[in-house]
């Protein structure tokens, strides 16, 4: 407070803050002075609030005027006046109170003097003009009344500023800490120390800033980061969000806020692997849901189920944590052991919870058929399968003589099921009539195992008819092995049906040893022709095979070709799952044939001798398969595709992880985009979340495989042209190379 008086008269000078107006941006005047009532803004002015004495007063601008100039004058007085009844407080009784205000009765723009009189609040105000030139620049205020002494007060500005912009959009969930880079510049003036605030003008947007601070050295760029928190109940979306820059003065700005809503975290509050007694029965799954946001509806849906397993999409509004159970509905034409995935998803956010289910109690079918023998031929009996769907099997039954005759008889055994799956065990034993001493009776069991049973449950459970051939001597053994054999397989291949499946599931001990006869010339072991029928014995299951258009006898023999892998194919292989066959390469049992299933299907399937995995590629394929296409709209379209569907084959019979005879038909064709072409190969990754060795069939397996590869093989010339192919940055990143991944590490 400055006090200038003549005589013994007092004049007090209040200075506002804005007389040093500081620094400030180039091109800019000042101060604001927005009205905040209906008095005018004391911002830039100089206050007298009691003159001295009656006066003309006039104002003037001494010094650098092309910065500074003269506003406008106002003189003042005190008065009273009632309360808005708006201000007085609740309840108020009583009377109406008055309060002392200012009044404004006297103006001029300070071109020409104005009238004051003594008492009166006088408020006279400058303003600036920074303009475009670099510096610090000065002036004088003179105040004079012709009965006053004269006032003087000093002018003074000096051009500075600091630039800022944010680099991106915050994104911030609710009930969450988000940070957001922002690029500040110092344009003009000094080192400066400065920091941020939430602006008061704006709106609520439930979000605060965080104390903060910066040092900004003359002509320096630097970034701070201003960390942001969102209320729980934060407003959901994208605004713009103004924030408050003090470096010299206050500067406002905006920047945009996408206020998310809070993760939602699902999670079953039981274990992934679920346990289940029985089928036919429903599953009730327990699962925990945390929503530290505002209340959103959480949506559930399945996202993979097996045929027979159902699941009702539901819905449930979540307030805050808490759990909710999901009911799955799990039939009886079910697998002994499956998987299936449920998806959720709430505001923006989605996620799929995979579950692996065990049935405990496995499935039992019991087929029993009595054995009838045509013209009174004194034997009777019995024979039974007992099948279970975790793939254990009883063959047994019991042969009696039942008159004088003594007999030795071979028995074989049909389940037909549905999908043409043909299921086979033979017994062969000695049963003693009255003429030879020995036991009348040949009860027989055998308990075994078939993966064959567990994984074609399905439909082998689907109305299954069993029936038998029986054969039988009173002149000794009927023959070999082989010539009971031959009796059955007739009857085997009759009943085959030579349409999609077309393959033979072996049970028992004794048929197996079938596949011990001999191949033809220069045909690897494990391939037989059989009146006039190539077949292929497998590891639990007999195929019949073709060579496309070979006739029959000697020339379907001569038409059949084996041979082992080359090198070079060898060196294709590693390329797609590196050193997996490796072991089976150095101990030759990789070999390749002109084979094909009836229909033209190629399969892999490995011998019951030795072990050998045969790639049975056809006619076409058996020389070059490394440069094989199969025709333009197929699977394998591009060279060497199928090669590569049938060595994943080959990897998983390496793995242990394949089951021979039906998985090249089985259902599993895995495109992993849509029916658009390679183009849209990422429209849909969602598969890319499922595991490699669980929730993939073995032919969905080998056709993820083919379809990378088919997508980044491209043309090439040379394997090291394909090998830079298949190793370029969109291969590497494409979502299917995690699992291709995986099987160059041998995991199938």
Not at 493 to 514: D, K, R
Request: proline share 6%; glycine share 10%; charged share 15%.
């Amino acid at each position: 407070m400055d006090t200038i008086a003549p005589a013994s008269q007092a004049v007090t000078v209040v200075a506002q803050s804005g007389f040093n107006f500081g620094g400030v941006p180039f091109g800019s005047s000042g101060p604001d002075i927005t009205p905040i009532n209906e008095l005018p803004s004391f911002n830039g002015g100089y206050e007298i609030t009691d003159a001295p004495a009656d006066a003309m007063l006039s104002v003037n601008i001494s010094g650098d005027t092309d910065h500074f100039f003269v506003r406008d004058i106002y003189v003042m007085e005190w008065t009273w006046r009632f309360v808005d009844p708006g201000e007085l407080p609740p309840g108020f009784h009583g009377p109406r109170p008055k309060e002392r205000v200012l009044e404004v009765v006297g103006f001029s723009d300070g071109t020409a003097p104005v009238a004051v009189k003594q008492h009166q609040y006088v408020l006279v105000r400058v303003f600036y003009e920074a303009g475009f030139v670099a510096g610090t620049f000065n002036a004088t205020v003179t105040i004079q009344g012709d009965t006053w002494e004269t006032i003087t007060v000093p002018l003074s500005l000096f051009i500075a500023d600091v630039n800022v912009n944010p680099s991106t959009i915050l994104n911030i969930p609710q009930g969450g800490k988000a940070t957001l880079p922002f690029t500040i510049q110092s344009i003009a003036g000094p080192a400066v120390d400065g920091h941020f605030e939430m602006s008061p003008t704006q709106l609520d947007t439930g979000l605060t800033l965080a104390p903060n601070n910066f040092s900004l050295q003359p002509g320096e760029t630097q970034t701070v980061l201003l960390e942001f928190t969102a209320d729980r109940n934060a407003p959901l979306g994208s605004e713009q969000v103004a924030l408050d820059q003090y470096a010299f003065r206050r500067k406002g700005f905006f920047f945009t806020a996408n206020i998310l809503h809070a993760p939602i975290i699902v999670n079953p509050l039981i274990p992934n692997k679920i346990f289940v007694q029985r089928r036919g029965t429903s599953v009730s799954i327990p699962i925990g849901i945390q929503n530290n946001g505002a209340a959103t509806d959480v949506g559930f849906q399945p996202s993979s189920l097996p045929g027979d397993v159902t699941f009702q999409a539901t819905s449930f509004y979540v307030e805050a944590d808490m759990p909710v159970n999901l009911n799955v509905f799990i039939g009886d034409a079910v697998m002994d052991e499956f998987n299936f995935s449920i998806e959720w998803l709430a505001w923006d956010q989605t996620g799929t919870m995979n579950f692996s289910v065990v049935i405990t109690e496995p499935e039992t079918i019991s087929l029993h058929t009595d054995v009838v023998t045509d013209d009174g031929i004194p034997i009777s009996g019995w024979v039974e399968m007992i099948l279970q769907s975790n793939g254990n099997y009883t063959f047994h039954g019991s042969m009696r003589a039942t008159g004088g005759p003594s007999y030795d008889y071979g028995l074989q055994v049909f389940v037909k099921a549905a999908d043409d799956i043909i299921l086979t065990a033979f017994h062969s034993g000695n049963i003693y009539g009255t003429d030879t001493p020995g036991s009348r009776d040949d009860p027989w069991e055998e308990n075994l195992n078939s993966a064959l049973i567990k994984s074609e449950w399905v439909s082998i459970r689907n109305n299954p008819v069993i029936q038998y051939q029986f054969n039988a001597s009173m002149e000794g053994i009927l023959g070999t092995l082989w010539d009971f054999l031959k009796v059955g397989l007739e009857t085997f291949l009759a009943f085959m049906v030579a349409g999609p499946t077309g393959a033979g599931i072996v049970l028992g001990n004794e048929l197996l040893s079938a596949a011990s006869i001999t191949p033809p010339p220069g045909v690897v072991a494990g391939i037989a022709v059989f009146e006039g029928t190539i077949l292929i014995f497998g590891n639990g299951a007999i195929i019949p095979a073709i060579v496309a258009g070979a006739g029959t006898g000697v020339v379907l023999e001569a038409a059949i070709k084996t041979r082992p892998i080359h090198d070079s194919e060898k060196d294709f292989a590693r390329l797609l799952f590196d050193k997996t066959l490796d072991e089976k390469f150095n101990e030759n049992k990789v070999w390749i044939t002109n084979l094909t299933k009836p229909g033209g299907t190629k399969f892999t399937i490995p011998t019951v001798i030795d072990n050998i995995i045969l790639l049975n590629l056809g006619d076409e394929a058996f020389d070059d398969p490394v440069n094989y296409p199969e025709s333009s709209g197929s699977d394998y379209s591009q060279a060497g595709s199928l090669f590569a569907h049938e060595l994943t084959h080959a990897c998983q019979i390496a793995a242990n992880k394949f089951v021979p005879g039906m998985i090249c038909n089985a259902p599993g064709t895995y495109d992993y985009h849509s029916g658009n072409g390679e183009a849209h190969r990422l429209d849909d990754i969602g598969w890319s979340r499922l595991t490699w060795e669980n929730d993939f069939t073995r032919e969905q397996q080998a056709h993820i495989v083919d379809d990378w590869y088919g997508a980044f093989c491209k043309s090439f010339s040379s394997l090291e042209q394909l090998a830079a192919n298949l190793n370029t940055a969109d291969a590497l990143k494409d979502p299917a190379f995690l699992f291709i991944s995986k099987c160059r590490a041998g995991i199938f």
